[in-house]
T-cell receptor, first 114, second 114 residues
Framework: KNQVEQSPQSLIILEGKNCTLQ??????????LRWYKQDTGRGPVSLTI?????NTKSNGRYTATLDADTKQSSLHITASQLSDSASYIC?????????????FGKGTHLIIQP | NAGVTQTPKFQVLKTGQSMTLQCAQD?????MSWYRQDPGMGLRLIHY???????DQGEVPNGYNVSRSTTEDFPLRLLSAAPSQTSVYFC?????????????FGPGTRLTVL
C-alpha cells in the first residue's frame, strides 16, 4: 500500500531559526513529489514540485530535496518568519496511489515563536 | 481570477439532514476533486471529475454524491448527514489530473453534524 510518512508531527522554533521537515514515502511507481503549505483555516498552497530526476528545488526561503533512491524528501526553511507558522504537507504522485494517483502525508504542524 | 471558491464557509447540520456544498472555479480547469480533512489524518479523496459529465469515486465516497454539469461547478451533496461526516471539506482543481500540474484548493467548508 502506498504511504507517505512525515516527521515530526509538530515543531516549535524561534523566529529567525532554520528548520527541516522530513517526508518518507513508499509510493511506487513514483511520478513526482510536492510540498504544500496550509495556513490555519485555509486550503493548501503548493510550494514546490520535484520529479524523479530533480534532487533540489528552491522557492524563496524554502528548499526541498529529494532522494529517490532512499525515498526521502526534506523541506528546509531558512531564517523562519512568523508567517511560516502553518502545516506543511508532503504529497506523492504515482499511478497506483489512490483514485487520482495522489498519496497525502498527515502534515507537520510548524509554530514559529517570536 | 477568483480561483476556487467554496460556499458555505461554515455549516451545522442535524443528523439525517441533507445539504450541498458548492464549489466553483474560473480557471477553465478540467480536473476537479473533493477532499475531506480530519484531525491527525491526511487529506482523503471523496470524489473527482476529469471533465464535465464525468465523475468517479475516490477513497471515501460513501454518503456523498457529486455531479459535473459544467466545467466550472462541482457540487458535493450529503444525502443524509451523519456525525462521522463532521470534517473540513476542500474542493480542488487543476488543468489535468495526475499531480504533475499544480492543484489549486478552495478555502474549505467546515461542517459539523450534530
Amino acid at each position: 500500500k502506498n504511504q507517505v510518512e512525515q516527521s515530526p508531527q509538530s515543531l516549535i522554533i524561534l523566529e529567525g531559526k532554520n528548520c527541516t521537515l522530513q517526508c518518507n514515502y513508499t509510493v511506487s511507481p513514483f511520478s513526482n513529489l510536492r510540498w504544500y503549505k496550509q495556513d490555519t483555516g485555509r486550503g493548501p498552497v503548493s510550494l514546490t514540485i520535484m520529479t524523479f530526476s530533480e534532487n533540489t528545488k528552491s522557492n524563496g526561503r524554502y528548499t526541498a530535496t529529494l532522494d529517490a533512491d532512499t525515498k526521502q524528501s526534506s523541506l528546509h526553511i531558512t531564517a523562519s518568519q512568523l508567517s511560516d507558522s502553518a502545516s506543511y504537507i508532503c504529497v506523492v504522485t504515482s499511478a497506483g496511489g489512490g483514485a487520482d494517483g495522489l498519496t497525502f502525508g498527515k502534515g507537520t504542524h510548524l509554530i514559529i515563536q517570536p | 481570477n477568483a480561483g476556487v471558491t467554496q460556499t458555505p464557509k461554515f455549516q451545522v447540520l442535524k443528523t439525517g439532514q441533507s445539504m450541498t456544498l458548492q464549489c466553483a472555479q474560473d480557471m477553465n480547469h478540467e480536473y476537479m476533486s473533493w477532499y475531506r480533512q480530519d484531525p491527525g489524518m491526511g487529506l482523503r479523496l471523496i470524489h473527482y471529475s476529469v471533465g464535465a459529465g464525468i465523475t468517479d469515486q475516490g477513497e471515501v465516497p460513501n454518503g456523498y454524491n457529486v455531479s459535473r454539469s459544467t466545467t466550472e461547478d462541482f457540487p458535493l451533496r450529503l444525502l443524509s448527514a451523519a456525525p462521522s461526516q463532521t470534517s473540513v471539506y476542500f474542493c480542488a482543481s487543476s488543468a489535468t489530473s495526475g499531480g504533475g500540474v499544480e492543484q489549486f484548493f478552495g478555502p474549505g467548508t467546515r461542517l459539523t453534524v450534530l
